[in-house]
């Protein structure tokens, strides 16, 4: 088996680090061991590996020019002492710091992971636009490039990544974690003060202009015309550099009088209990999605998820419910209509079959048995 290294910037909460962490721990079970490399530290999501015996997490500082250097070679030397077989980034700069063990007269294989799809650029600072820019010219430096979606390896593709270095591995889902869970849905209402008859809608997604939560208001505005009583749970935090969107985002929810509907719950550490609380989750991304989690932990939980068509969405969800276009807060709101108009019966026949649909295809175990089968080269 492979000795591995997951090598991600933080582990603070995001789709990208709850990959790490669930590739991790399937890993570990597997191989014996899995080593993660971050480079800063405090995330919120550490605390769910520090005590996990065999997965060790090695801390590297950046900080200034000198710093990134010093990244480079700490890098290169924890890659040397543990004889690392196999080493994986995940997003632009790891990947890109990863080449690096090039240098090593016994290299392990360099795997880098392309984490989205379909980036609207001008939503992105110079310095990302840069980096993806500097790691298509140096892709042909790394073994391989693992996209999480269909949609990005379509994508890269025709982008002109190097055809016979592309391969498409989804995401893993935690399905011991994302289940049914009623006592959850009774908890969590009561928590929120919302009443065990109210229809709840989730979005669970960072407040970023790709997620479009103007739309996802327009939309709640909408229904609400139709299903007074309906509440809204967003749980996500702000990404670094758009507080003054963010606040964009909650006046515009204050001047479509959605203040007394919706609960913004910012970082959460157990979206699965949120998850269960909601009779629908959705995603209302107009952009950059590549395998979305919270559509597929929604459905792991037994929650019917309505999506916009992007990314693997519409594979994802597969016939359970449909998928709407991006920008179209008309078809969110009748989609999520139609779905709390179902019947119980349909409703509960559904759950099973959405929950094992998402366990055959995007268990942790599965999806960790194709990683290690692609690292063992």
């Not at 269909?150 to 002109?160: C, I, P």
Request: hydrophobic letters at 40%; glycine letters at 6%.
């Amino acid at each position: 088996m492979p000795k591995v290294l997951l090598h991600i910037r933080s582990l603070d909460i995001g789709g990208s680090e709850r990959q790490v962490i669930s590739i991790a721990k399937a890993v570990a079970d597997i191989c014996g061991e899995a080593h993660i490399a971050i480079t800063v530290t405090g995330g919120q999501l550490e605390a769910e590996v520090e005590d996990i015996p065999n997965i060790y997490l090695h801390h590297i500082k950046v900080k200034g020019l000198r710093g990134k250097v010093k990244y480079l070679l700490h890098l290169r030397s924890l890659i040397k002492t543990n004889e690392f077989d196999a080493v994986y980034g995940f997003l632009p700069v790891p990947n890109l710091a990863l080449l690096i063990a090039r240098t090593l007269r016994n290299r392990p294989f360099i795997a880098w992971g392309v984490r989205s799809s379909d980036l609207d650029l001008t939503q992105y600072s110079n310095r990302v636009k840069w980096a993806m820019r500097i790691e298509k010219w140096l892709s042909r430096f790394s073994d391989i490039v693992i996209t999480n979606s269909q949609a990005a390896l379509t994508e890269y593709r025709s982008a002109g990544y190097a055809n016979s270095k592309l391969r498409h591995i989804p995401n893993a889902i935690d399905t011991e974690r994302f289940k049914p869970a009623p006592q959850a849905r009774v908890s969590i209402r009561n928590e929120l003060n919302i009443s065990h008859k109210a229809p709840v809608i989730g979005l669970f997604a960072r407040i970023h202009p790709m997620k479009d939560h103007i739309t996802f208001l327009r939309a709640a505005k909408i229904l609400i015309e139709k299903i007074p009583d309906t509440r809204f749970i967003c749980a996500g935090g702000v990404s670094h550099g758009y507080s003054t969107f963010a606040t964009l985002v909650k006046t515009t929810a204050t001047d479509l009088g959605l203040d007394n509907h919706i609960y913004w719950l910012g970082a959460r550490k157990d979206p699965e209990r949120l998850m269960a609380a909601c009779d629908i989750t959705t995603l209302t991304s107009d952009s950059g999605e590549g395998f979305p989690n919270s559509v597929a932990e929604s459905i792991a939980c037994g929650v019917p998820c309505i999506a916009t068509d992007i990314g693997d969405s519409a594979n994802i969800v597969s016939n359970f419910t449909s998928v709407v276009l991006p920008k179209n807060p008309q078809g969110l709101a009748t989609e999520w209509e139609t779905v709390l108009n179902q019947s119980s019966i349909e409703q509960s026949q559904s759950t099973l079959k959405m929950r094992r649909s998402i366990i055959d295809r995007f268990s942790s175990d599965t999806v960790a048995n194709l990683v290690i089968e692609t690292l063992k080269h």
